[in-house]
């Protein structure tokens, strides 16, 4: 992967060695680059909370740094980074953070309460070895649902590949680790799957329960890798699965597609340029005041989409979402009657797994086609440009409402690298929110409903509490399911979901009129420039022309050996 980066990086700053001496701002390259060297993969290790994380993470380690001994309510996800001082960083919802030394484990526990996250710097040559991989020890998936959802559903956008433990002794895929591999899958990230405490039982046993699982994985996810057997020190075993993570394919999934957008983007200024060059200076002028009229066109197509939000995008997708959610509790009905009547907690765990994973996938799909809707009603504003002398012309749209689409399904899979490009500038609070919004989409939509419903299960469980015979408890637990468990959740679901999804389709509609607005405004820069400084002496124009196209033919060249080959 080191090596890739590296070739993207010099791919960069060869384009920008092309354009600088023809006078090109060189920005977006520098601000590739930057997040090219800043950019992490993170790697969370996720599973039960008896399935050995920290123990595999301390053994891969070479020491126990991570403590074992934590208990479910103070659990935190801790990633783990490569430093010259060892020490955790323990960060706060505001994004303030404490600094604590390795000693001080107690300390964060009884305080955890404050704390979203661990950053954990270690001078450990393990850590430095796997850069830019990131570990990170993940709450147990049986934690408290509201602290084990909070870091589940911020990793499912921030996790780049997960490696996936259960205890041997589980025997198979519980429910719970299952529909947390159906939410990973749901976000397009791959994962490796191990079994802990292999020692614990015999190697035959172990045998027939890894055949067992790597069958479930198949049939359920077309899982075509091994099931990893892990006894008590794998810190190799774990070693050897970081490195056969395939991080180049993760890097380009990052990057590819926006650095063959730069490259789009050069050669298109270059041919405007050019355009610019042979046209009059009132073509040009024109051109100029028909770019003018098109952002305005945009701006106003923005406020009309920000206007029709609930009756064009959210209603619809609200009633879908909460009929998707009844249907899926409707259907595992007969194991939440058998838990209510036997095991109430379970029952609540049960039931917020179901309601998460159906969110989960419901949302993410919804929000995906009202993106794709919205690219597509902005490129028919753009159509109405008339301006194809300047190549800004229906292929031009094309490509730039194909980029914005991707950008968008990579935004809310958590594959966009922005950490440096939107450090500063006039409008960098506005971007940094608005991509946020959208890359926080589990945390920022389905999170707070769950939270209402975790509020809401004292109620839900005081349903089942009221002393019927035993032989008749789960017959009138499925009964009040169906009377009054599925009606109150959608009643609480759709009293909450329609601003929370607003706030998203809002974000997405800043993005794609500000992703069309700033070509047109770039069109308008390149052909204001060549105005200004327009020669009148015909053979100095023919030279910058000449200049031009063996600028476009280098980047050509160069995008065609890098990222096309």
């Not at 602290?147 to 990793?155: E, K, R």
């Not at 992703?515 to 105005?531: A, H, M």
Request: contains cysteine; negative net charge.
């Amino acid at each position: 992967m080191q090596i890739l980066k590296q070739t993207y990086i010099k791919y960069l700053q060869d384009v920008s060695a092309i354009l600088s001496p023809l006078k090109f701002d060189v920005k977006k390259q520098e601000e590739l680059i930057g997040s090219l060297r800043a950019t992490e993969l993170i790697v969370p290790v996720v599973g039960g909370f008896s399935a050995g994380k920290s123990t595999l993470i301390n053994s891969f380690l070479g020491s126990g740094v991570l403590p074992t001994n934590i208990t479910p309510e103070t659990a935190l996800a801790t990633e783990l980074r490569y430093g010259e001082e060892s020490y955790f960083e323990a960060v706060k919802e505001s994004g303030d953070s404490d600094r604590y030394d390795l000693t001080q484990t107690d300390e964060i526990k009884d305080r955890a309460a404050e704390y979203k996250f661990l950053r954990l710097y270690l001078n450990n040559a393990n850590l430095k070895a796997i850069a830019p991989l990131v570990l990170v020890d993940m709450p147990g998936f049986d934690s408290p649902v509201q602290l084990h959802n909070q870091a589940i559903l911020s990793y499912l956008s921030k996790g780049k590949y997960f490696i996936v433990l259960i205890s041997v002794e589980d025997g198979n895929i519980t429910n719970s680790v299952l529909r947390e591999i159906q939410n990973i899958n749901a976000f397009g990230k791959g994962f490796s799957f191990c079994i802990s405490k292999a020692n614990l039982r015999a190697p035959s046993d172990v045998n027939l329960i890894q055949n067992r699982i790597e069958e479930q994985l198949r049939d359920y996810f077309d899982y075509q890798k091994g099931v990893i057997a892990l006894g008590l020190d794998s810190g190799d075993e774990l070693k050897n699965i970081l490195e056969k993570i395939d991080s180049k394919g993760l890097f380009k999934s990052i990057f590819e597609n926006e650095l063959k957008q730069n490259s789009f983007e050069a050669q298109s200024a270059i041919d405007t340029t050019k355009s610019a060059l042979k046209s009059s200076k009132e073509d040009a002028q024109n051109a100029i005041n028909e770019l003018k009229l098109g952002i305005e066109k945009l701006k106003a197509k923005k406020q009309t989409a920000l206007n029709e939000i609930q009756s064009r995008y959210s209603d619809g997708s609200v009633n879908s979402v909460i009929a998707a959610v009844a249907n899926d509790i409707n259907m595992n009905i007969d194991a939440l009657a058998g838990l209510a009547a036997t095991n109430q907690q379970g029952f609540s765990t049960e039931l917020n797994g179901i309601i998460k994973t159906s969110l989960v996938r419901e949302i993410k799909s919804k929000m995906s086609d009202i993106g794709s809707q919205l690219v597509d009603n902005f490129s028919l504003e753009m159509r109405s440009l008339n301006l194809t002398d300047f190549k800004i012309d229906d292929v031009w749209i094309e490509k730039i409402s194909q980029t914005t689409k991707e950008f968008l399904q990579k935004a809310q899979n958590g594959l966009v690298d922005f950490s440096e490009k939107l450090k500063s500038g006039e409008n960098a609070g506005k971007i940094y929110k608005v991509i946020t919004t959208i890359m926080g989409l589990t945390t920022a939509v389905v999170n707070p409903l769950l939270e209402i419903i975790i509020i809401f299960l004292p109620d839900i469980i005081s349903f089942f509490t009221q002393g019927y015979a035993e032989n008749k408890k789960r017959e009138q637990a499925r009964d009040q399911i169906i009377s009054n468990v599925i009606p109150s959740i959608k009643s609480k679901l759709r009293s909450e979901m329609p601003a929370l999804l607003n706030e998203q389709i809002s974000a997405m509609i800043e993005v794609v009129s500000d992703k069309f607005e700033e070509q047109l405004r770039q069109k308008e820069t390149e052909i204001s420039k060549v105005i200004e400084e327009k020669s009148e002496d015909m053979q100095a124009i023919e030279a910058q022309i000449l200049a031009l196209e063996n600028a476009k033919e280098a980047i050509r060249t160069l995008a065609t050996q890098i990222l096309y080959k």
